[in-house]
């Protein structure tokens, strides 16, 4: 659903076009250290809760053979950083979640979703490895009302939400932030929300069939996004390069240089 709302027509060509059997060819094809990254700390903070006897980091570089030759070594440096200070940090009989609502499975008829954790009086557990921002408040606050938290509070009838920060930059801290509460009357507007855009989803499904990715609306705003550091373009970018009057939305980009280095930047999202 996130990613309908980013570009219906990226949702389309990331989870729709592939079973057409049409040609598949996303413009980049990378290593996402990132995605990377956050996967294995899920793992960890799930092991520390419901495999008791890690005490010791150093027990688990071991266990990153096979990942670490292929993340980037300041990552592996910032992971063992981090599961250090998780370990000096917390407890995993702190009751922030069960071992057995750790990784924990809810499903309705609509949505299907895997929380990190769950505490026994309602609390929802939310762990996120991220780069320092430049305001906490705000990366809280996205992540409180991230349409994530707010499937996880409907399904689970969350009474509040605990987000955790780890953070990849030095120096590698974990920040757990207050308990947020969360009201009934929340949790029945985020239903709302949730199953209007769930139905947004299903009229863009069900239209005629031949219409393919036509069904899904394309938006441009979201296809190159240029600032004054960087340039992140959409993945899917090539995929939509042949649409009729379209163009000038995906023309080439222009080079971008760094003045101090003068080197061409370039990111992808
Ligand atoms: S190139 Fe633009 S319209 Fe196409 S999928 Fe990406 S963001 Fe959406």
Redesign the pocket.
Same mark, same amino acid.
């Given at each position: 659903m996130s990613a309908f709302l980013e570009?219906p @027509?990226?949702f389309y =060509?990331q989870y729709l076009h592939a079973g057409t059997g049409l040609s598949y060819a996303p413009s980049v094809a990378r290593y996402d250290h990132d995605l990377a990254f956050g996967t294995r700390w899920a793992e960890f903070v799930d092991a520390f809760y419901t495999t008791r006897p890690i005490t010791q980091a150093s027990s688990l570089e071991a266990d990153l053979s096979g990942w670490a030759e292929k993340i980037k070594p300041t990552y592996l440096t910032s992971f063992v950083a981090l599961q250090n200070n998780y370990i000096a940090s917390f407890s995993p009989d702190d009751g922030v979640r069960t071992p057995d609502t750790s990784e924990l499975r809810l499903e309705s008829d609509r949505f299907v979703a895997r929380l990190d954790g769950l505490s026994a009086d309602g609390i929802i557990h939310e762990c996120k490895t991220t780069s320092r921002a430049p305001s906490l408040d705000m990366q809280l606050w996205r992540v409180e009302n991230s349409l994530q938290v707010k499937l996880y509070a409907v399904l689970a009838e969350a009474e509040g939400v605990r987000i955790e920060f780890a953070y990849k930059d030095s120096p590698n801290v974990v920040f757990r932030a207050p308990v947020k509460a969360i009201t009934r009357e929340q949790r029945r507007f985020w239903k709302a929300e949730l199953e209007s855009l769930w139905e947004a989803i299903q009229l863009c499904l069900h239209r005629e069939p031949a219409w393919g990715h036509a069904a899904f609306p $394309?938006?441009?705003d979201?296809?190159t996004i240029v600032s004054k550091r960087f340039i992140g373009e $959409?993945p =899917? @970018?090539s995929m $939509?390069d042949g649409v009729t009057g379209a163009e000038h939305f995906y023309r080439p980009r222009p080079p971008h240089i760094d003045e101090r280095t003068g080197l061409e930047l370039h990111i992808v999202r």
């Open positions: 570009s @027509k990226s =060509w $394309c938006h441009p979201g296809c $959409c =899917w @970018k $939509c």
